[in-house]
């Protein structure tokens, strides 16, 4: 992510326990969807605990992993042919493509990659607490990230990705970043 986004500041504050809050949000997605029928409140608990938020967040988190849950794109991924959630990527960079002019190894975790007819789609979850006005500049602000992801899977996987987009859990928006045919 660090690596693929240089539009200065991110559009919007920085807010309380917003790495721990992504980080506990994330455990429960890959958990719903690897085991859908998990049980999200003691899992949620747990979650917290181990970030070391308060656990009277329980209900908040577990309201917004059903939001994801009951998205059109949540089903889609769970219909796929293939869905894996969480993917952690990596892949070489020569000098000449680099930023800094070195080779190196950018990585990354793919939050969640599923398999349809048309080829790959790639989702990136948003987990700030924003409102909807504030979506479009930070889809802005993101799309290099979704960019980057893509461009690497496709070299990684060596397949095409369909589609990307970027799932703001706060709202339950999922924004198409890119729709393409290759």
Known sequence: KASAIKGGP???GAEKGGA???QVLHTLLEAAMKQPKADLHGLALSALENEE???SLV???VTTVERVISSEVWQRARRADRCLPEVPLAMPVSATESSN?????LRGVIDLAFLESAGWVIVDYKSERVEASDIPALVAYYKPQIDA???AWEKVVGQTVAESGLFFTHTGQYITVSAETH
């Open 59 to 61: 209900e908040e988190v």
């Open 10 to 12: 991110k559009p919007h």
């Open 20 to 22: 721990e809050w992504g």
């Open 53 to 55: 938020l308060p656990v």
């Open 149 to 151: 992801y893509v461009k």
């Open 101 to 105: 002019g070195l080779p190196t190894v």
